[in-house]
């Protein structure tokens, strides 16, 4: 059943505000032991679940999302919680005073906070593992990431404990744990869904929905879409519906790493004649020197992020505290804090190229599909086969562009992998164009519909 499904039911009184809590609150406890998804639970859930009963009892309109429990990604304030973006620094933090953008306009829907989800440290790798909670696993496979940064999310949603988690993406945080999880997740234009506070990844970072539906992608985004007061780049309403896909692109990676491991390959290839078949469109195939010369995307994503990152907490901070991170965090700043200001300002100005190419590539109906990742999967902890250490290595990723050029881009299930992990076919079209990519994402659906829930996992239902 999907959220408009349950909504609908709750606005009906067949099912309860309370039932759906309780329910949520029931499966977590019983699933969440093994995954470690879930890092904090809100006491204050029942009585919200109460007071939107008593509300449509007396006649008051339900939301959207009316009675739906919501898990939130520990990045992001919930009134009378903590956030701890996972790091000892903020371990005992005060609580927050106020909801995110996000959640409040999901609890303005009607959906009900159950409590928060995992993530690493600052959101700043693809496996959800840090110093204070500890490590989540895949429920596909335990010893598995779920990928990240909103990794407890996407193992809370592919084990059914919730209906709605949610998910941000400043390199690939809403598309990798879709991918390894099983589920859709979308990256919307930059500017569909406002930011508020000012990201540390100042360009790169915005929310965005992930779920075991095209559908429920579409209920989520219809309520977290819209501007917010000083976010220069927050567009005044959703872009309109564009016209059907006229061309269709495939590449492997988006910099210069060489050739994809022959796993993830034979998947990649596999899905794009797929998706060629799906679309009746002829594949053409295309490389990163192709569209971008000598230069390196995802490099200069990294300079950028790094070094906006280290912006928000200081050399001092990060010198005479960075004992206290993750070693994964503790590197991601200390390189930041090594990026001149003639490297950060060249790598700004290169955004522009790499704008111009996929603009002028995709025009108003093109769409390129890429692996989410160049892995098949990462251990759980992220300590990599003949690694010392955990982190993953840059060549890893498939997912900064999006990020970088602003171009919406949404993981779709298309396989499991020898290990058992499921792979993400990523599609990206053009700038304001997400309602397109929407309806591609829902026939490849049509076509090639993939389980709700990971294998031994039921899905959230009453």
């Known amino acids: 059943m999907g959220l408009a499904e349950f909504a609908a039911r709750v606005a009906a009184r067949e099912i309860s505000a309370r039932e759906m809590v309780q329910e949520a609150l029931d499966r977590i406890e019983r699933l969440d032991g093994d995954l470690h998804a879930v890092v904090a639970l809100r006491e204050e859930a029942h009585a919200d679940a109460r007071a939107l009963d008593d509300a449509i009892a007396a006649g008051a309109p339900a939301g959207p999302l009316a009675g739906l429990p919501v898990l939130v990604k520990d990045v ?47 959101a700043t790798e693809a496996f959800a593992s840090n110093l204070v909670f500890g490590t989540t696993g895949n429920p596909w496979r335990l010893d598995a990431s779920p990928g990240g940064s909103s990794g407890g999310s996407s193992a809370a949603l592919a084990s059914g404990m919730v209906p709605i988690a949610t998910a941000a993406d400043g390199g690939g945080s809403v598309r990798i744990p879709a991918a390894w999880c099983g589920l859709v997740g979308l990256k919307p234009t930059n500017g569909v869904i406002g930011r508020d506070p000012v990201p540390d990844w100042i360009d790169f970072s915005t929310d965005g929905p992930m779920g075991a539906s095209v559908a429920d992608l579409r209920s989520l985004l219809a309520v977290m879409a819209g501007p917010v007061p000083g976010d220069p780049t927050a567009l005044p309403e959703q872009p309109p519906k564009t016209a059907a896909p006229t061309k269709l692109f495939a590449i492997e990676r ?74 994964c965090a503790r590197a991601f700043l200390e390189a930041g804090l090594e990026v001149s200001l003639e490297g950060y300002l060249a790598a700004r100005r290169r955004r522009f190229d790499y704008v111009r190419v996929l603009d002028e590539l995709l025009g108003q109906g093109g769409l390129i599909c890429s692996p989410v990742m160049a892995i098949a999967s990462c251990p759980a902890d992220g300590v990599m086969p003949g690694a010392d250490a955990p982190g993953l290595p840059v060549d890893a990723y498939g997912t900064q562009a999006q990020n970088m050029t602003g171009h919406p881009g949404i993981s779709v299930p298309a396989g499991r992998s020898s290990d058992g992990v499921p792979f993400g076919l990523q599609i990206t079209g053009p700038r304001f164009c997400d309602r397109m990519l929407l309806d591609v994402a829902e026939a490849w659906e049509r076509a090639e519909p993939w389980p709700l829930v990971a294998d031994g996992y039921a899905p959230f239902d009453l």
């Open 254 to 327: 988006w910099a210069a790493w060489g050739p994809l491991p022959p796993d993830v390959a034979s998947m990649f290839d596999r899905a794009v004649a797929r998706l060629q078949d799906v679309m009746a469109l002829e594949v053409e195939r295309l490389d990163a020197s192709r569209l971008f010369g000598e230069a390196n995307l995802d490099e200069d994503w990294f300079s950028l992020a790094g070094a906006e990152h280290a912006h928000r907490f200081g050399r001092e901070r990060i010198e005479t505290a960075g004992d206290q991170l993750h070693p």
């Open 76 to 122: 992001t304030d919930v009134k009378g919680m903590r956030t701890t973006f996972g790091s000892q620094w903020f371990s005992d933090a005060p609580t927050a005073t106020r909801d995110g953008l996000v959640p409040a306009r999901l609890r303005a829907a009607g959906a009900i906070i159950v409590g928060k989800t995992n993530t690493p440290e600052f």
